[in-house]
């Protein structure tokens, strides 16, 4: 700590200035808000002996484990159902420049996808609602390092999804070569992934204002 700034904190609690003017008048000469809050906690220690304990957010191999299992099984499930609904708008709107479909083909991928959703949905909605309970018991996870970097990151993809599937349709647009098989597939897209993004984008901002609710 700058010991002229420690000798006015010093000198300031001394004659009973609180600590919400102590921190207006430094700021005031320009201190940063961290630094100012750095002294005061070092004149506490000093006046009462004990330090100041840190805080450390929750980031467990626990927590790691839950998200990634959450994320993953999200995936799983969100890119089997898309790829049902490929086959589903294949079957029902026909391309007549397109060679016939091997039916032995379309039901073996349409039951691995069918596999992947009827095991990753509840396995993900399992992992979520462990989550939620835990993050509920424990307000503090909010803040876990390991939640925030992950949730950013299933919305860096969710985006990047979204803007290519847009990118791809303008483009197929501008060329005159939009079909009504190519806008339903590229609507699907567009719905899952705008509602993975909405889903965890909400829940960052609920965060935030749970937080701020403290």
């Known amino acids: 700590m700058n010991k002229q700034l420690g000798e006015f904190l010093d000198a300031a609690k001394a004659q009973g200035v609180n600590e919400e003017s102590v921190v207006t008048l430094l700021r ?41 299992l959450s994320f993953s099984m999200l995936g799983t499930w969100t890119i089997a159902l898309g790829s049902i ?45 462990y989550i939620l309970g835990d993050v509920k018991a424990h307000p503090e996870k909010l803040d876990s390092p390991v ?20 990118i791809t349709f303008l483009a197929y647009f501008l060329r005159g070569d939009l079909s009504a098989r190519f806008i339903w597939k590229t609507t699907m897209v567009l719905v899952i992934a705008g509602g ?19």
């Open 28 to 68: 005031g000469r320009g201190w940063p808000e961290d630094d100012v809050y750095r002294a005061l906690a070092d004149h506490y220690e000093t006046q009462t002996g004990v330090a100041v304990p840190l805080y450390k957010p929750s980031g467990s191999a626990k927590d790691a484990f839950l998200y990634l």
């Open 85 to 129: 609904l490929f086959e589903l708008i294949d079957r029902w709107i026909k391309d007549p420049l397109s060679a016939p479909s091997n039916t032995y083909d379309l039901s073996y991928q349409m039951a691995n996808s069918m596999a992947c959703v009827i095991v990753g949905l509840p396995v993900y909605l399992l992992t979520m609602h």
């Open 147 to 166: 939640r925030k970097w992950l949730t950013y990151l299933a919305l860096l993809i969710a985006a990047g999804v979204v803007v290519g599937d847009v």
């Open 196 to 214: 993975v993004f909405w889903y965890y984008f909400g829940a960052l901002q609920r965060g935030t204002r749970a937080k701020g609710r403290e």
